[in-house]
């Protein structure tokens, strides 16, 4: 029996504790890949696009339409265009963690590769 506090089972312990690490930092991953992906196909939809452009042009028109007096169409034709904005780069967000999400996921495997390949020709594998 080993003594405890053993390098050998340190190491063992530290290596289970990357594991788990490595597992939740890709299941994390993987969620925020597939948010990425749905937001890239929502926003790419033509219904979507096309929704998207006939609220803008209406609430453009609206504000310009709008008489002198009318401060509140304004600001509310102004307010829309910015909540519209707002959803868009959210998405836009969403896209892009994505695709950090899927570099890191890449890197994380190339690493293991590179360590799989260092220990195999160091004969420990």
Do not use: C, Y
Not at 42 to 66: M, N, T, Y
Not at 79 to 95: A, C, P, T
Request: proline share 2%.
């Amino acid at each position: 029996m080993k003594p405890a506090g053993d390098p050998d089972e340190i190491d063992l312990v530290a290596e289970k504790e990357a594991l788990i690490a490595r597992r939740e930092a890709d299941a994390g991953d993987d969620l925020v890949v597939r948010a990425g992906a749905e937001a890239k196909r929502f926003l790419d939809d033509p219904v979507v696009v096309g929704a998207f452009a006939a609220l803008e042009v209406q609430w453009i028109e609206q504000f310009r339409s709008s008489g002198i007096d009318q401060v509140a169409v304004r600001e509310e034709a102004h307010r829309l265009l910015n909540v519209l904005g707002m959803f868009k780069r959210q998405l836009q967000h969403e896209i892009e963690s994505g695709m950090l999400a899927t570099k890191r996921k890449v890197d994380r495997v190339t690493e293991d590769a590179i360590a799989n390949s260092e220990g195999e020709s160091a004969g420990i594998f």
